[in-house]
């Protein structure tokens, strides 16, 4: 459903045709993914999301940065709806119904010169003679409708098609002034009519306008009136399209398309007070403009009319429909200054429950197919949530709908789950800081072995500390860490290409960390945190901000000078908390669990002091579970999955990895 916000050689200059953005770019087949996370016994995750709507057809907000870089509307119409063509259609009228109007009755403003009609006699002048009315009503009494004149303060019936399905008023002048039951006014192009609607007294209001004349209040509504005209002109023509599909399909019906997002926002000319005073204008002359620029212009494809849907935003992918036009693919314009290209949300486990009663206390999301196009491999196909009492399986608008959502393209990011996909694709990856200061990822491939690696930055031998965080500001992506040699801790964000975006300044004074863990959310609210080791061995806490910024420390706990390696998080023993792992001097590696204000220790392992490079991953394996990576002197990268209770029997997965001198 729709849902508010130059020709080929100029494409070419943009580059579009090189990247292979204007031909139809099929769809990927769905991925199976097992992203689980585990809710917090209380509190909040943070859901990361992008786009606003369904994603299919046109996106305002591309269209407006395509028409802001000079691109025409045939050209916007023909990228968001590829293989279509423009055909000019006549102006007939469109039957919309007017969904406000709620009180089984017709009321409009009397003017001079009205007449009546229905499906049995033509137009009729209404009036009675020496009086003056001041409205009209339609009202539905067995066996049909009647039409009354207030006048003098009393009804008084005008009787006109008893036996009709319908009884149309109109004015001399075009247009008519509806009254509400709250009593504010509407005026509308066209005319007014009630139409029978199941049993008596059941009565719907029904505005019948001419398509262009009805343009006139919808394209404003959907788009702003000040954007640039070809975004508007590529608007009118889809809201024209998508328009003239739903009358054709509604056929005879007493109304063909609504007022509401559920079909295209209508508000008519203008809204009145009770006072007759004009309090909204629903209408712009930039509007006016574009649709007079593309009078009757429709989109068809193999000789019909196209179902052209539109949506605010598809988050820079358009999304594949049931239709030969509706395709997927990389949208270049849509994140160019939208504000509804990426969006995160904080979602608290009540709402969980109140949106799944069925499962009872909610405990876990797992999303188990993707589309395969875009972030992190897409919209979501289908999620399962985990309860006390069950679980339920949906889909992706479907978990979308129950939570209010923006699209069903998301992803829980501020929660106890390590985030490893750096690459943005929805698949875990190891990044690590080379021995001639190089920066590489490994990208994962899904399945537990490597798609490729490359580099992506120089110069980080100067970093002290380097550690890969969580997501830090609910976009959905995963951050990087860097402690420099001054004690000043930088923040690198992943870009959507899995590359970093310019540093941000953290803050100072980090000189005296021996180490810095990123556990995931430890408290609940919602945002990752940190923990650092000081150089006397005491544990502190940083809670995030959701901002990449972090609170003022808290004491944990001492003791920890005996650990030499303290990497994390993640949650290890699916309680909803966040836990990391450490070794000693020793050899020896412990699990330590979130609990409460704190954490429990258990030993998992012995005999790892040969390993010389240890980190977290969220999973590896495609289990849904964290799992451990290490490295030792022969140069060999092996994989620990881990089980829920302990290690499976480590598997090589890469050699020659005695050139990495940290894993981030």
């Not at 009729?124 to 004149?149: D, H, N």
């Amino acid at each position: 459903m729709p849902r508010r916000p130059r020709a080929l050689a100029l494409l070419t200059a943009l580059g579009l045709l090189v990247s292979g953005l204007v031909g139809p770019v099929a769809a990927s087949a769905a991925v199976v993914t097992s992203e689980r996370v585990v809710l917090p016994p209380s509190g909040t995750v943070t859901i990361a999301g992008r786009g606003y709507g369904h994603g299919r057809g046109l996106s305002q907000w591309g269209a407006r940065a395509a028409a802001a870089q000079g691109v025409g509307y045939p050209a916007i119409l023909d990228f968001y709806y590829p293989g279509t063509v423009a055909v000019t259609q006549s102006n007939q009228a469109i039957r919309v119904l007017i969904s406000a109007d709620t009180d089984n009755e017709v009321r409009v403003v009397a003017e001079a010169g009205m007449t009546a009609s229905d499906t049995v006699n033509g137009p009729r002048p209404i009036g009675f003679s020496g009086q003056q009315v001041t409205q009209w009503r339609i009202v539905r009494q067995a066996p049909g409708l009647y039409l009354e004149g207030l006048v003098n303060g009393s009804w008084r019936r005008w009787s006109q098609g008893a036996s009709a399905t319908y009884l149309d008023l109109a004015s001399p002048d075009g247009t008519l002034r509806l009254i509400l039951p709250d009593g504010r006014q509407k005026e509308y192009r066209g005319s007014l009519r009630g139409v029978s609607d199941g049993d008596s007294p059941r009565l719907r209001t029904v505005n019948a306008v001419p398509l262009e004349s009805y343009l006139r209040s919808v394209v404003p509504a959907e788009s702003p009136s000040s954007w640039p005209a070809d975004a508007l002109r590529a608007q009118a023509v889809a809201a024209r399209t998508y328009a003239s599909h739903q009358r054709a399909s509604a056929g005879n019906a007493g109304w063909q398309t609504c007022d509401t997002t559920q079909c295209q926002v209508y508000a008519g000319i203008r809204t009145l007070n009770a006072s007759g005073t004009v309090t909204a204008v629903h209408e712009a002359a930039s509007t006016d403009a574009a649709i007079s620029a593309t009078a009757n212009q429709v989109r068809h494809y193999g000789g019909a009319l196209a179902f052209t849907q539109f949506s605010a935003s598809n988050g820079g992918w358009t999304a594949a429909g049931n239709l030969p036009y509706q395709v997927a693919r990389r949208d270049p314009w849509d994140p160019i200054g939208n504000p509804s290209h990426a969006w995160s949300v904080k979602v608290s486990a009540s709402t969980l429950r109140s949106a799944f009663p069925q499962v009872g206390t909610p405990r876990s999301v797992e999303i188990r197919r993707r589309t395969g196009d875009g972030e992190w491999g897409g919209r979501v196909v289908e999620v399962v949530v985990s309860g006390s009492s069950g679980s339920t399986s949906t889909t992706g608008s479907g978990f979308r709908s129950a939570l209010g959502l923006r699209s069903d393209w998301w992803k829980i990011t501020g929660s106890t789950a390590l985030d490893s996909d750096t690459t943005t694709d929805g698949r875990t990856d190891l990044t690590a800081v080379m021995s001639d200061g190089t920066l590489r990822v490994y990208e994962g491939n899904g399945t537990g072995g490597f798609a490729e690696s490359r580099q992506v930055g120089n110069g980080w031998s100067t970093m002290r500390l380097v550690v890969r965080a969580n997501d830090l500001t609910g976009d959905g992506r995963t951050d990087l860490l860097a402690v420099d040699a001054a004690g000043v801790m930088w923040r690198y964000p992943t870009t959507a290409d899995g590359t970093f975006a310019p540093r941000v300044r953290v803050g100072s004074g980090w000189g005296g960390a021996r180490t810095v863990v990123a556990p995931g959310d430890l408290d609940g609210d919602g945002n990752a945190d940190l923990l650092a080791i000081d150089t006397a061995g005491v544990l502190w806490r940083y809670r995030g901000q959701g901002n990449g910024g972090f609170s003022a420390r808290e004491r944990m706990g001492a003791g920890w000078q005996s650990m030499s390696v303290v990497v994390g998080g993640g949650d290890w023993n699916s309680d909803g908390r966040a836990d990391f792992l450490a070794r000693d001097g020793a050899g020896r590696l412990y699990l330590y669990r979130g609990a409460g204000n704190g954490f429990d220790r258990a030993q998992i392992g012995t005999g790892w002091g040969s390993m010389r490079l240890l980190t977290v991953v969220r999973d590896w394996d495609g289990d849904g579970l964290p799992d451990l990576v290490a490295t030792g002197a022969d140069g060999l990268l092996y994989l620990y999955r881990w089980t829920g209770s302990g290690f499976a029997s480590r598997t090589t997965i890469g050699n020659g990895w005695g050139v990495v001198a940290r894993l981030a």
